[in-house]
């Protein structure tokens, strides 16, 4: 690991002037980050450590549903009974995530932050209807995820937490690496009265909905409506671990799962 | 670029000055002589440092020792007493033969303990999934697995549950 100077800010007014330093690079729970700067695949001068600040932590209920602070990690989450009672397919994903001990660390702003095009949480924002609120606006989740470790944040842009909307029903399904565990193919189905969200990661750069799920599960909202639908291969991820097609069929298995298991 | 971060490890107070970009495992192993905590790879993925960070269990190649400034660490050298009774948990990865060349078993252990604090009574499935951060290189989880079984039950201060044919 390169040599960087370390802070650890206290409001997140003093994260945000930290920052504008050249080169700084904000660290959550480092689940990604420090494996990276172990292999010497990154160079900040600076890290900004977010975890002594209030304002990115807890959970709260909201009108609609939950806001969870950005620096809430993936146990906590997990664990807690607010989600579990509110949102508990968002609890069941959090306890899929990583490892016990990246579940320890790993926090959901760093998740979304870094859009690993893998990872957990994007379908969940996505899906239930997520906003992101960071220290400058509000961004709608539909609209956060740009590309493959892409996002709508602007450079310095940090983000505070996450609000979900309460579906009438939801569930996640993913199928996943049995060695790092991130989904190969994860699908969010959720909800909402008379609309459906489906919300798929881990098969493309960027998380993605598919929206012929959706109209088909928002007429009729049970697996067998997914019956002969699928996703188009076609610029699916393709890699040692699944071919683009395999991808697609998954897709579309891991869909019907969780439509089973949102009941 | 040095800073002092201090901790409790093991229930004593230490401080130490260290280059900010120290890993908790080194501050344990090169700083303290705590060598019982090991690295078993450059990635994050084996387990083999897991120690306990204010009680959970983490992995300390994959955290900075200032990010643990102030909070309580334990390793494998802080959970037998003082008098070098084993913890059950201990006692039971011994009595069930739950190593083979001992690399992995601190990890092992930390994270056992760890699983067992938050699910007093693990099923299999529920104990294998919680191994899911350690991989043990020799293959031996079979009785890896019975030894977290027994040592929860000891935990728990039940009799450990006679295990045949290992």
Redesign the interface.
């Known amino acids: ?6 802070q ?1 800010p206290t409001t997140l007014a003093d994260a945000a002037t930290a920052i504008q330093a050249e080169e700084a690079k904000l ?1 959550g729970g ?2 990604t980050l ?2 990276t ?3 010497r695949l990154a160079r900040p001068t600076d ?1 900004i ?1 977010l ?1 002594a600040i209030p304002e990115l932590k807890g959970i709260r209920e909201t009108d609609g549903g939950l806001e969870i602070g950005a620096f809430t990690r993936h ?1 906590e989450v997990a ?1 807690s009974d607010l989600v579990k009672r509110v949102i508990p397919a968002l609890a069941s994903l959090a306890e899929g995530i ?5 579940r ?2 790993g926090t959901m702003g760093g998740s979304i932050a870094n859009a690993d095009p893998s990872a957990d949480y994007p379908s969940a924002v996505v899906a239930l209807k997520g906003t992101v609120t960071t220290d400058r606006r509000s961004i709608a989740g539909d609209d956060f995820f740009t590309g493959m470790f892409e996002t709508a944040l602007e450079p310095g842009e940090i983000v505070k937490s996450v609000r979900f909307a309460r579906p009438d029903k939801a569930a996640y399904a993913k199928f996943r690496n049995p ?1 790092s ?1 991130y989904a190969i193919v994860g699908v969010f189905v959720a909800k909402f009265g008379a609309e459906v969200r489906v919300a798929v990661t881990g098969a493309a750069g960027s998380v993605f909905r598919a929206t012929a799920f959706e109209t088909a599960l928002a007429a009729d909202f049970r697996a067998e409506a997914l019956n002969g639908l699928s996703v188009e291969a076609d610029g699916l991820n393709a890699d040692i671990h699944a071919s683009a097609d395999y991808r697609a069929h998954l897709v579309a298995v891991m869909a019907k799962r969780a439509v089973e298991a949102a009941g | 670029m040095s800073c002092t971060v201090s901790m409790t490890v093991n229930g004593k107070t230490v401080s130490r000055e260290v280059e900010e970009r120290t890993l908790l495992v080194t501050f344990l192993r090169e700083h303290l002589g705590l060598t019982g905590t090991h690295v078993g790879c450059d990635t994050s993925q084996c387990g083999a440092c897991v120690v306990h960070v204010d009680g959970r269990s983490v992995k300390s190649c994959t955290t900075l020792a200032v990010q643990a400034n102030g909070t309580a660490v334990t390793t494998i050298e802080g959970l037998a007493a003082a008098d070098g009774t084993l913890h059950p948990m201990q006692a039971a990865f011994r009595e069930h033969h739950g190593l083979q060349c001992g690399f992995c078993t601190p990890g092992m252990v930390m994270s056992a303990v760890d699983l067992v604090r938050e699910n007093p009574n693990p099923t299999e499935a529920e104990i294998r999934e919680g191994l899911e951060g350690n991989i043990c290189r020799c293959t031996g989880y079979h009785n890896i697995v019975k030894a977290v079984k027994a040592g929860a039950d000891a935990m728990a201060g039940a009799q450990a549950t006679p295990v045949a044919a290992e």
């Not at chain 1, 990583?98 to 990246?102: E, L, S």
């Open positions: 690991m390169y040599a960087f100077t370390y650890r660290l480092g689940q420090l494996p700067l172990k292999q890290l450590d975890g146990a664990h990583g490892d016990r001990q990246v320890n660390m060695a565990r």
